[in-house]
């Protein structure tokens, strides 16, 4: 296949296998293994001189990834906080692809821009938050934690007459960072990026873990009277879905010069139930806000969105110009100059088609039964004798760990960490191990829109009948001891899949 020009007419040919192979493979995923047995055949072969045309390629891809991919679109996928993709979202990210438009400015894509006007506009009412603030699509909460931190790094500098985009931080005293125990990873990845000093950030929580302590934050922003802070605040803790207490510290600080960043990557869709809209109390009067779309509003990877208060701070933040590139207006936004990338997919139409499709209610009715699901699983641990559940379970994630009644202490954790690594392996349900108040732990997060009740009920079953096992691998010593009341007398055997009944 020498040229691509020549392969124009085997494009109809190409959309259509890769269309009857993602039906065929999303038509399994409900009942498939979370990570297949298979070893991942991906050839690794030297880039070929001559190529085997599309068809053929697309043939080898396939086949690679039937074997080696995760099925984390499906509904048993628990592990981190990974969504799947409603078919609104999924059929509109083809389209993104088809179309290939780029979603720099009005110039580049009138229609990616205008699509993402209104899809920003759409999320900022379903989040309760001010139609008035600015926000900027990204390709995850990560980049929107970088971008909503950007805006607060350029809002602290002029608070201090600098221009920091534009002079740099040389010559600025080092920012003051306050947060809880419950800051996420890629917040402090975002503080590095930013060339602020992930060790910088001051962890306002007792034994820095759990909440942000008010009164700890009361005195330090008394304490740095007249200096701009920054206060990152959580909406959602990885481990357990818990929250700060976002309305104490919002109304703390409005009293002084604090930026507060809200990273809501998940559990910024308390807002959109009045069963855990208390949660996010107050978020209207945060200075920005980061969320994910390919974790609970379930749009394929990528995607997230930073919503600032002044958008002014964003466009300062990331503001590019160039004589080609055009010159931007309110009515012709780019995009493109509100975040960090200059070329972009035009994830907004994912975003757009879902809302359109499922409208508040939609998402209102999944992240409820996915709260409902979260309480059926902890009240199954709570009623197994050999599980301990760790954490309240306020949203979608269960924290618990496996504790058969005498199994020695000191020797649970390694008890749980072999456990984690068999449910991996396992495959009926995707979930490893964490470590929560100092005890390695499972903390599965349901936010898939095909999870069922079938689905869940699996992660008590598999949890204590790989348990059972772990007990013999991990604790030898121990093998004489019965097992715990109600735990699965005969394992399955390795690779038995149980399917959910549906
Ligand atoms: C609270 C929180 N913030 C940020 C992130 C980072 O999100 P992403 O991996 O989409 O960039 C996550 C991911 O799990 C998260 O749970």
């Not at 950007?150 to 608070?159: D, E, K, M, V």
């Not at 985009?165 to 800051?183: C, F, N, Q, R």
């Not at 009164?215 to 909406?235: G, H, K, M």
């Not at 209207?284 to 806000?289: G, L, M």
Request: aromatic share 8%; proline share 6%.
């Amino acid at each position: 296949m020498p040229d691509p020009i020549s392969d124009h007419a085997n494009l109809a040919a190409a959309l259509d296998l890769a269309a009857s192979e993602a039906k065929a493979y999303l038509a399994g995923i409900d009942d498939a293994l979370v990570r297949p047995r298979t070893s991942n055949a991906t050839p690794d072969v030297d880039l070929p001189d001559e190529g085997i045309g599309s068809l053929a390629a697309l043939a080898e891809l396939i086949e690679s990834a039937d074997e080696g991919s995760t099925r984390s679109a499906g509904p048993r996928f628990f592990h981190f906080v990974m969504g799947g993709g409603t078919p609104a979202a999924l059929g509109a990210d083809w389209l993104a692809s088809t179309l290939d438009q780029n979603a720099y400015n009005w110039i580049s894509s009138p229609f990616a821009s205008r699509v993402e006007q209104v899809t920003v506009a759409w999320l900022q009412d379903l989040f309760g938050l001010p139609g008035d603030w600015g926000g900027v699509i990204t390709t995850g909460a990560t980049m929107a934690n970088f971008a909503g931190l950007a805006a607060a790094r350029r809002w602290w500098g002029l608070q201090q007459g600098v221009d920091v985009e534009a002079e740099g931080l040389s010559g600025l005293p080092p920012m003051t960072i306050v947060s809880g125990g419950y800051i996420h990873v890629s917040a402090l990845k975002a503080i590095a990026m930013l060339g602020l000093g992930r060790d910088r950030v001051k962890r306002l929580s007792r034994d820095g873990a759990g909440r942000i302590d008010l009164d700890a934050l009361a005195s330090v922003l008394q304490e740095r009277n007249q200096e701009p802070v920054v206060i990152i605040a959580n909406a959602g803790d990885v481990n357990t879905g818990d929250f700060d207490p976002l309305a104490d510290i919002l109304a703390i600080g409005r009293k002084h010069r604090a930026w507060v960043h809200v990273d809501g990557a998940f559990g910024l869709f308390a807002a959109v139930s009045p069963i855990t809209r208390h949660l996010v109390e107050g978020l209207e009067h945060a200075d920005s806000v980061a969320v994910d779309g390919h974790k609970w509003l379930n749009v394929p990877y990528d995607s997230g969105y930073a919503f600032v208060r002044d958008a002014a701070y964003l466009a300062g933040a990331f503001g590019a110009s160039a004589s080609y590139l055009g010159k931007d207006a309110a009515a012709r936004p780019a995009f493109g100059n509100l975040g960090p990338e200059m070329s972009r997919r035009a994830r907004s139409l994912a975003v757009w088609a879902t809302l359109r499709a499922y409208g508040r209610s939609g998402i209102r009715t999944m992240v409820e039964r996915h709260l409902r699901l979260a309480q059926r699983v902890a009240a199954q641990v709570d009623a197994a004798p050999d599980l301990e559940r760790l954490a309240e379970v306020p949203l979608n994630v269960v924290c618990f760990r496996f504790h058969p009644p005498g199994f020695p202490e000191d020797r649970l954790d390694d008890l749980n960490r072999r456990l984690g690594e068999m449910v991996l392996d396992d495959g009926r349900v995707y979930f490893g191990t964490t470590v929560y108040d100092g005890k390695v732990a499972v903390r599965p997060a349901i936010v898939n829109w095909r999870t069922r009740e079938e689905d869940v009920d699996l992660i008590v079953t598999v949890v204590r009948e790989l348990g059972a096992r772990a007990i013999v691998q991990a604790a030898p010593g121990w093998s004489q001891a019965k097992p715990a009341q109600g735990a699965a007398e005969e394992p399955a055997a390795p690779g038995e899949v149980v399917k959910p009944q549906r």
